[in-house]
């Protein structure tokens, strides 16, 4: 694994910290260096090492207090506040502490209009299979790329595959996303149709989905939803030898 250079602000903040232990912004700073070092490139995707996860329990524990601190205050709507109930919310969902992300997410959907806030709690409801929650933050954001593409994910979860077409004409589609996104699109009619299917209406959807296993799973429950169980098995197995070559 190729070691990225560590942003100066990170070793900056935390020596700032070790200088002002009594500064709770310095305080606040650095265990945001933490925070970003723990999602920086999806780090947390392959599991925290113990140093850095007791940093970030240390930081999560920070993003409390500055909470606590500015909920008893006078002015409990203040922009730091907002800053700090987000950043607690993520840090205890890449600590895998889900209920408390959550529990931090109630609170904090009514203090933002925030994009990047609400994409990231729509995300974090949406891991917990909280569907209320995660409705309620993609009904704040003001319609954009990003949050179309999150709404329209959220409704093939619900299988409102029209809704979801039209969401997705309206996203900005991220990269990694465009096959299965594509192969969605090519299934929709077949799968909101009632005029009768074979094999051969499927050839199109297949050949986008081609090598996505995603795709092809996709493709394969559209198959089965229309009574054609081969084309269904053809897909899974598909799928199957996608996944092996992708390992």
Do not use: C
Not at 87 to 107: C, K, P, S, T, W
Request: no cysteine; charged share 30%; net charge negative.
């Amino acid at each position: 694994k190729v070691q990225q250079r560590r942003p100066e602000w990170w070793e900056y903040s935390r020596r700032a910290a070790k200088r002002f232990p009594d500064n709770s912004r310095i305080q606040f700073v650095a265990a945001e260096s933490h925070l970003d070092e723990a999602t920086r490139d999806g780090e947390f995707m392959r599991g925290l090492d113990d140093d850095l996860r007791a940093r970030l329990e240390a930081a999560a524990d920070v993003f409390d207090a500055a909470w606590t601190k500015v909920k008893n205050s006078g002015t409990p709507n203040r922009r730091d506040g907002t800053q700090a109930l987000a950043d607690g919310m993520i840090a205890r969902q890449v600590l895998r502490q889900f209920d408390r992300a959550i529990a931090l997410a109630e609170v904090l959907i009514e203090r933002t209009d925030d994009e990047e806030i609400l994409l990231n709690l729509v995300q974090i409801a949406h891991f917990s299979d909280r569907s209320e929650l995660e409705k309620r933050a993609l009904d704040r954001i003001k319609r954009s790329g990003r949050g179309e593409f999150l709404r329209a994910m959220a409704h093939m979860d619900r299988n409102e595959w029209t809704q979801a077409v039209e969401a997705f004409d309206r996203a900005e589609i991220p990269e990694a996303e465009t096959k299965v996104v594509q192969t969605i699109k090519a299934l929709a009619p077949i799968r909101v149709g009632s005029a009768p299917v074979d094999a051969a209406s499927f050839a199109g959807a297949r050949a986008i989905a081609e090598g996505d296993p995603r795709g092809l799973i996709i493709l394969a429950r559209v198959a089965i939803f229309r009574g054609l169980p081969e084309v269904a098995e053809h897909a899974a197995q598909a799928a199957v030898a996608a996944l092996d070559e992708d390992s």
